[in-house]
C-alpha cells in the first residue's frame, strides 16, 4: 500500500532564497486587530442563505467556474452573464467558456488591473486547472470571497478570509437569483477574443497545444470528454473551449498520473456514453494494463495517446535546463501500437488532421475501443503555449 502526499511549495521552487516569504506573512493585514474569524464556514451539512446576496448582487463582482456538473455548468453560465459579472471557467466547468483562454489573458496587466475593481469574488465548485487562474485566486483581496462546493473542508488553496459555503452548485443559484445588471467590464471580453483568435492563428500546425485548441472539432455526439493529467489538461484549459454542457471528466487533485486510463473506461461504462478520452504517454505506461478494460465498452471509445517522449509539463516549470531530461522529463522512447494490439484494440497513427478526422470518423461508427497515438515534438505543446502567453501579456 501506498500513500500519496500533496503538499503545496511557494513558488519560485528553484533559486536563492529571498525575502518571498515576508509578503505572504504580511498578507493577513489587520486582521489580527479584529474579533472576527478568519473563515466563516457552516457545521451544517448545508448552508444557510445568504441574508445580504441582494446587497452584494448589485456590487462588482467575478465568478470562477471550478469542478462541476454539466447542468450546473450551464446554469452558471447564465448566471454569471444575467449579473453582468465576468466568468472565469476551468476546463471541468462545462460552462461553455464565455470568455475563453482565461490561463492566457489573466497574464496580461491589463486584465489583473480590472479585475482587482472587483468587490466580491464567487467561486462555484473547486480543483481550478490553470496556473494563471491560481496565480490571480492566490492574489486578489476581494471586500468578500465566496466559495461554493457541496463538499466540505477546505477547498481553497490561499486560504482567503470569506465563506466557506457547503452546498450543492444547482441549489445555491437557485437560492440566490441573478439581478440583471450591464456588464461592468470592458478590457476582459475584448481580451478573451483577442486572445482566442492568437491561438487560432497557431492551429494548423500539428501538435498537441493545437489539437487542444481544436478538441471541440472532434468530440462525438451525445458524448463525454475524459482528459488526463499533466500537460494535456492544462492545454486544453488554456487554449480550448468546450461546448455549455458537454460532460467533462478528469482526475484532479493529489492523483497525479496513476489509473487514468482505468478511470476513463469505468466513466464509459457508468454512461454508456461515446467517450473521448486523451491522456500523455507517461501515463499511459502508468495503466498500460488497463487497456484490457477497454476491450468490452457498449460504446464506440477513442483513447487518443499524446507522445511528447516524456513528462513535458516539466518544461513549463523552472527546472534546470541541464537535468530536466534526465530527472524530469524521464523520456521512454516507445509507441503503443503493439500494446493496443496485445489487447485487441484498433490503432492508428495518423500524422496530419486530414488523418485524424478520417480515423475518428471511423472510430464514432463503431461500438469499440480505437486508439490513436499522436506522436508529436517533445517540447512543441509547452513552447507554444508560453509563446502565446507572452504575446497575449502584451497585448
Request: net charge negative; proline share 6%.
Amino acid at each position: 500500500m501506498g500513500v500519496h502526499i500533496n503538499c503545496p511549495f511557494a513558488e519560485p521552487l528553484y533559486g536563492d532564497m529571498d525575502e518571498t516569504g515576508l509578503s505572504w506573512q504580511q498578507a493577513l493585514g489587520d486582521w489580527w486587530q479584529s474579533d472576527k474569524p478568519w473563515l466563516r464556514e457552516g457545521l451544517h451539512q448545508e448552508s444557510a442563505v445568504q441574508r445580504d446576496w441582494f446587497f452584494w448582487r448589485q456590487k462588482r463582482g467575478v465568478v470562477v467556474a471550478g469542478r462541476m456538473s454539466a447542468e450546473e455548468g450551464k446554469q452558471v453560465a447564465a448566471w454569471a452573464k444575467t449579473l453582468g459579472w465576468p466568468l472565469i471557467s476551468d476546463v471541468l466547468s462545462q460552462t461553455g467558456q464565455p470568455l475563453p483562454c482565461a490561463d492566457l489573458w489573466l497574464g496580461n496587466p491589463a486584465a489583473i488591473s480590472e479585475l482587482d475593481q472587483a468587490q466580491i469574488v464567487v467561486q462555484l465548485g473547486s480543483s481550478l486547472t490553470g496556473k494563471r487562474v491560481l496565480q490571480w485566486q492566490l492574489s486578489c483581496e476581494p471586500d468578500e470571497y465566496w466559495l461554493v462546493d457541496n463538499l466540505t473542508g477546505r477547498l481553497d488553496p490561499a486560504h482567503h478570509r470569506g465563506r466557506r459555503l457547503v452546498c450543492h452548485i444547482d441549489r445555491w443559484l437557485e437560492q440566490h437569483p441573478a439581478e440583471k445588471r450591464t456588464p461592468w467590464t470592458t478590457v476582459i471580453p475584448a481580451l478573451a477574443e483577442q486572445a482566442w483568435q492568437r491561438v487560432a492563428e497557431h492551429s494548423a500546425h500539428f501538435g498537441e497545444a493545437q489539437l487542444a485548441h481544436r478538441i471541440h472539432r472532434y468530440l462525438p455526439e451525445q458524448g463525454q470528454l475524459f482528459v488526463g493529467n499533466s500537460l494535456v489538461v492544462r492545454l486544453i484549459d488554456a487554449l480550448g473551449r468546450l461546448p455549455a454542457g458537454y460532460p467533462v471528466y478528469s482526475n484532479r487533485g493529489a492523483s497525479g498520473i496513476d489509473g487514468l486510463i482505468s478511470t476513463a473506461a469505468g466513466v464509459q461504462r457508468a454512461s454508456a456514453r461515446p467517450t473521448l478520452a486523451i491522456i500523455g504517454d507517461l501515463s499511459a505506461l502508468y495503466d498500460l494494463n488497463a487497456l484490457a478494460l477497454l476491450r468490452q465498452v457498449s460504446a464506440p471509445m477513442v483513447l487518443i495517446i499524446v507522445n511528447n517522449n516524456g513528462g513535458q509539463i516539466f518544461s513549463l516549470l523552472p527546472t534546470p535546463v541541464s537535468e530536466r531530461e534526465r530527472f524530469y522529463a524521464m523520456p521512454q522512447n516507445v509507441q503503443f501500437e503493439h500494446a493496443a494490439k496485445m489487447f485487441g484494440l484498433r490503432y492508428q497513427q495518423p500524422q496530419d488532421w486530414d488523418a485524424l478526422e478520417s480515423a475518428l470518423s471511423t472510430a464514432w461508427c463503431t461500438p469499440a475501443t480505437t486508439v490513436i497515438e499522436l506522436v508529436v515534438n517533445d517540447t512543441d505543446g509547452a513552447q507554444t503555449l508560453q509563446h502565446l502567453l507572452a504575446q497575449v501579456s502584451h497585448l
